[in-house]
Structure formats: structure tokens, C-alpha cells
T-cell receptor
Framework: KNEVEQSPQNLTAQEGEFITINCSYS?????LHWLQQHPGGGIVSLFM???GKKKHGRLIATINIQEKHSSLHITASHPRDSAVYIC??????????FGKGTLLTVNP | DTGVSQDPRHKITKRGQNVTFRCDPI?????LYWYRQTLGQGPEFLTY????????KSRLLSDRFSAERPKGSFSTLEIQRTEQGDSAMYLC?????????????FGSGTQLSVL
């Protein structure tokens, strides 16, 4: 069993829908990262959080340390949001354990 | 563009050949990481540098793999006697040395195909 589990593995939405991607982890952490990876492209860091909630534009990330759970929300989704979203958890950057990713497809 | 560059973007090689990849991190970042990612999987940690010192190596990094970061700037990852199982995307990332765990900045990766 992977120490970082994401759900769903695949998600298809219509433009404008509210999207939630979940991440559960079993490792002890001091930080959790949400990353975005486009096909054939590199990885972009969206958020790094250790408690509470962070917001950037249409993206919101939350974490519940007690429940070892984090969510990434996208409001008013757009086709350009289509990508793989990866959750990574760990005690320090180099000890990050990555989830397998959630493939999001937003249709116009 | 995240500011981290990797070269080459793609590398096709025959089994048994040696390959070398280069990573140029963001100039003020003193932490540098190498990860490997296979299709459908998340990245896996390979090794980590703080300035020029290689502080951590994953058990995934066999004796055929070697990484350097001379002068604490760019880094190279060399794979000797490549095997088909080495085919993967090799990702480099950098960050500031910050006890608050500063964000990671990733390069676009080097896609290695071993024939």
C-alpha cells in the first residue's frame, strides 16, 4: 500500500464545475505539496502547506493534520486545468513520498 | 518556465551505453534533488545535494548511477551500462535551504529511452 493515496485516479469534468481531489497519507509530515504536471511537461508546485488552508486564484488546498488528509479544490474549472495533479507528503523536501497522481480532464 | 533547466529533454540510447544528464537549478537555491518517474507513477526520490555535498541517496540509486554537483551550482546524473529498466523521466528540482520547507521548483525533465 502506497504511503500516499490519491483519489480519484481519473476525473472528467465539464467546464465550470467545482472539482475536488483528495489525498490521504500515512507518513509523518511537516509539509504537504500539491503539484501539477502537464503531459510531456515538467512539474509545477501549486501549494506547500503544513496546516489549514491556502488559496491561489481558483485553487484552494486544505489539510487536516489529525485526519492525515488533504484536498485540492478547483473552482470554475477550465480546459486549461487539464493535467495530472500530484500530492506529495514528507518530513522534509527530499524525503517526500509522492502519490500516483490524479488525471483531470476538463471538457469545454 | 520555473527557472530550473534540464538537458537534454530526450535521450535515446542503446542498452549498455553510458548517459549523462545535466540540471541547472535556480541560482540562489542551494538544495538540489533528482527524482525518477515512470509512466503512471509519481516521482521517486533518487538523491539530494545541499550545495556541493551529496547528503542522501536512495536505495534505488544502484552502483551504476552517480551524481555530482561541483561548486554547488549545476548537477549531473550519470548512468553507466544502461539497462532497459532505466527508461524513465529523470526530474531535477531545487529549493532554498529553509527550515520551513520551501517550495520545490522542478525542471521539465529528461526522458530516457533505453533500447
Amino acid at each position: 500500500k502506497n504511503e500516499v493515496e490519491q483519489s480519484p485516479q481519473n476525473l472528467t469534468a465539464q467546464e465550470g464545475e467545482f472539482i475536488t481531489i483528495n489525498c490521504s497519507y500515512s507518513v509523518g509530515i511537516s509539509a504537504l505539496h500539491w503539484l501539477q504536471q502537464h503531459p510531456g511537461g515538467g512539474i509545477v508546485s501549486l501549494f506547500m502547506l503544513s496546516s489549514g488552508k491556502k488559496k491561489h486564484g481558483r485553487l484552494i488546498a486544505t489539510i487536516n493534520i489529525q485526519e492525515k488528509h488533504s484536498s485540492l479544490h478547483i473552482t470554475a474549472s477550465h480546459p486549461r486545468d487539464s493535467a495530472v495533479y500530484i500530492c506529495a507528503a514528507g518530513g522534509s523536501n527530499y524525503k517526500l513520498t509522492f502519490g500516483k497522481g490524479t488525471l483531470l480532464t476538463v471538457n469545454p | 518556465d520555473t527557472g530550473v533547466s534540464q538537458d537534454p529533454r530526450h535521450k535515446i540510447t542503446k542498452r549498455g551505453q553510458n548517459v549523462t544528464f545535466r540540471c541547472d537549478p535556480i541560482s540562489e537555491h542551494n538544495r538540489l534533488y533528482w527524482y525518477r518517474q515512470t509512466l503512471g507513477q509519481g516521482p521517486e526520490f533518487l538523491t539530494y545535494f545541499q550545495n556541493e555535498a551529496q547528503l542522501e541517496k536512495s536505495r534505488l540509486l544502484s552502483d551504476r548511477f552517480s551524481a555530482e554537483r561541483p561548486k554547488g551550482s549545476f548537477s549531473t546524473l550519470e548512468i553507466q551500462r544502461t539497462e532497459q529498466g532505466d527508461s524513465a523521466m529523470y526530474l531535477c528540482a531545487s529549493s532554498l535551504d529553509d527550515t520551513r520547507n520551501e517550495k520545490l521548483f522542478f525542471g521539465s525533465g529528461t526522458q530516457l529511452s533505453v533500447l
